[in-house]
């Protein structure tokens, strides 16, 4: 991990971003660094403690707290409406989703 990180880091100062990694906890890290920003954009995690993290940065922060899907191909939002609790529920979902798109 520790050596995909450093590949990171290098690929992004090759392209003039900076790249901050912290021993904090995220909502407070997230808080932190958002101090002179004009927005933050932070992934969609559906675990409760990521949903608590989200709601005390964002209430914590002068800016607007924005979530986008960073890891999916599909939107849970878009590909279903109500809460998954398996995959076997949600894949007719998503073959519905992608014979349409393709």
């Not at 912290?22 to 958002?34: D, F, I, M």
């Not at 675990?47 to 800016?63: F, G, T, V």
């Not at 607007?64 to 878009?78: A, M, T």
């Amino acid at each position: 991990m520790l050596e995909g990180l450093r590949e990171v880091k290098q690929a992004l100062e090759k392209k003039g971003i900076k790249m901050v990694i912290q021993h904090v906890s995220p909502e407070k890290g997230v808080v932190r660094l958002a101090k002179r920003a004009s927005l933050c954009l932070v992934d969609r995690g559906y675990l409760k403690i990521q949903r608590e993290w989200r709601n005390y940065a964002a209430n914590q922060m002068d800016c607007s707290l924005i979530q986008i899907e960073i890891d999916v191909v599909v939107p849970i939002k878009e590909a279903s409406s109500k809460e998954e609790y398996s995959t076997a529920t949600l894949r007719p979902n998503h073959n519905y989703l992608f014979k349409e798109i393709f």
